[in-house]
């Protein structure tokens, strides 16, 4: 049973906040407050950076064999697995995303620890031809302090993303998960804290953006930031990191195309749409939200999509029956169906939902019926703008052309998705798309293995994979002597040895 009263997580125990702080996690299905949560402001944050950076400079979790490492990430995974259950009832109940899918989004991030102390334990040196009489071997070194920032759309999923390859590289971490859903995150410090992680390794406080996340962003004594977020809290963050010369890697917001050629048979096509498009009520930042289908197969395809998306069980997420929880708060809820009045008014058609749910059992909780919109245009706010809800668009287009100009046509570039039963086509489309990532047939899959980024204003750098692992680390280049002719730069000697 995990406490409702939650504290920060600092230096390999909980505390308080340092004024005694705390904040409230609603509980979006019924508006209860599900949890009571320290709040973090600069001073906590200034307490973790201090025991990450004394774990980082003068602890053994940098300076550990690498399976040693890995031992203990393995076993923090072995901890979360077991736990899967009620750490999914945390996050439905800090999110509102149905527990069956939470319990299998929450059993699945232990698999993130394993695959990067696989990575660690294998990592390899390298020996580089330098010229000269010179042996130059380069070293990966953890780069440091770690600062972490994340969402709550995924609260333990993502946090993970970058926890298991900053630690399985040495590095030491602040975590700043975000103010609607951090209880997740603490749990995955509690799981590494008894797996036997070193003191000040993992430091996780929770707090708002405005003061915690921006102390721990501006903070001069850590050595990266990753950010997943919102577009703008990226370009905040990543000017702060400039600021201190450090690297910022940013996952941010996508407004995902899903291409629809005409030889998909209808229902396939509508239920990979269904799945793009609403899984999480939409609240993904990859959420297919617009499909663009070719003009022979609309008619078809929109009528049963929308037959589909009424059949959509929305409910009490805790309920097994339940596809569709609610969205996480009243401020998405407004601006979800904000933006879809702002496209009625640009002259879209609204064929269903578009409105909060109301009657038994929707009394409390910002439950939104999933909305499908058709007659849109390129400048419309709702197809420009990241709605973060169940709302999807549909557009024709007419040939690969028009549908791969479209689906570019966008400020970001996380997520696409490209439905045919033509191989070639298939493969030509999806390298024509500006995302970090492309489905063929499929969509939301992920994996430890698989690079994740966005391109254009959907972030900078990638996780997952071996790259993201050795972005955590900096080469360090070790030349050595090798001659044994002793030198004497400013000797009488005729020979300068220099390059
Ligand atoms: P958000 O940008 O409001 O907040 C993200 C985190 O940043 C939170 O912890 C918040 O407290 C913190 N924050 C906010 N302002 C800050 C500032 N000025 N300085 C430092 N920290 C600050 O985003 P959100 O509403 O929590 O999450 C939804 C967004 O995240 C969407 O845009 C979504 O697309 C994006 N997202 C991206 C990915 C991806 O992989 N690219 C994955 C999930 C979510």
């Given at each position: ?13 909980e ?28 001073p ?6 201090d ?10 979790w940098p ?12 076993t923090?995974?072995?901890i ?26 929450v ?40 600062g972490?920032?994340t ?14 390859p ?16 951090p ?22 406080v ?55 050629f ?21 609240q ?21 999509l ?32 904000g933006l ?17 749910l109301?009657g ?11 909305t ?5 245009h ?10 973060f809800g169940?709302?999807?668009?549909v ?47 499929d ?23 071996v790259?993201?692992?050795?972005d ?14 002793p030198?004497?730069?400013f ?9």
């Amino acid at each position: 049973m995990i406490k409702q009263d939650q504290l920060l997580w600092i230096d390999g125990r909980e505390v308080a906040a340092l004024d005694g702080g705390t904040l409230e996690v609603e509980n979006p299905a019924t508006t209860q407050i599900a949890f009571v949560v320290a709040r973090g402001r600069g001073p906590d944050i200034d307490a973790a950076v201090d025991a990450a950076r004394r774990a980082h400079d003068h602890g053994p979790w940098p300076r550990m064999h690498p399976r040693e490492r890995g031992r203990i990430l393995r076993t923090a995974a072995e901890i979360l697995r077991s736990r899967k259950e009620s750490i999914g009832e945390v996050e439905t109940a800090c999110v509102g995303r149905p527990l069956r899918e939470m319990v299998q989004q929450v059993g699945r991030a232990p698999d993130w620890l394993d695959f990067f102390a696989s990575v660690a334990e294998t990592q390899e040196d390298l020996v580089v031809p330098a010229s000269g009489e010179l042996m130059n071997y380069v070293r990966r070194v953890p780069l440091g302090v770690v600062g972490a920032i994340t969402p709550w759309n995924h609260p333990l999923l993502i946090t993970m993303k970058k926890v298991a390859p900053a630690l399985a590289a040495g590095n030491t971490m602040v975590v700043k998960p975000s103010e609607v859903a951090p209880v997740a995150p603490l749990e995955l410090a509690r799981a590494l804290v008894e797996a036997g992680i070193p003191d000040g390794v993992i430091n996780v406080v929770p707090g708002f953006g405005t003061d915690a996340g921006k102390a721990l962003t501006e903070h001069d004594r850590i050595d990266r930031i990753d950010l997943t977020g919102g577009t703008e809290t990226g370009r905040q963050v990543a000017a702060a990191a400039g600021r201190n010369l450090i690297p910022v890697q940013a996952e941010l917001g996508g407004k995902a195309p899903v291409l629809i050629f005409d030889d998909v048979p209808i229902d396939i096509a509508v239920a990979g749409a269904t799945f793009a498009s609403f899984v999480a009520s939409g609240q993904s930042c990859i959420a297919g939200t617009r499909l663009l289908v070719h003009e022979r197969s609309i008619d078809a395809f929109v009528e049963k999509l929308v037959e589909r998306t009424q059949l959509i069980r929305v409910g009490d997420p805790m309920q097994p029956e339940a596809q569709m929880g609610p969205v996480v708060s009243q401020r998405q809820l407004d601006r979800i169906l904000g933006l879809v009045e702002s496209a009625r008014a640009e002259g879209a058609r609204v064929l269903c939902g578009g409105e909060r749910l109301a009657g038994h059992p929707f009394e409390r909780g910002y439950f939104i019926a999933p909305t499908v919109i058709t007659d849109v245009h390129q400048d419309m706010r709702i197809m420009r703008e990241e709605v973060f809800g169940p709302v999807v668009s549909v557009q024709p287009f007419a040939d690969e052309d028009e549908a791969v100009a479209l689906a570019n046509d966008a400020d970001f570039g996380l997520g696409a998705a490209v439905w045919t039963k033509d191989l070639t086509r298939a493969h030509v489309v999806a390298h024509r798309i500006r995302s970090g990532t492309v489905w063929i047939n499929d969509h939301h899959r992920i994996d430890p293995a698989s690079p994740w980024g966005g391109f254009k204003d959907s972030g900078i750098g990638s996780e997952n994979g071996v790259e993201a692992f050795n972005d955590y680390t900096a080469a360090q280049s070790v030349l050595v002597n090798l001659s044994r002719t002793p030198f004497d730069w400013f000797g009488s000697s005729e020979e300068l040895r220099y390059s």
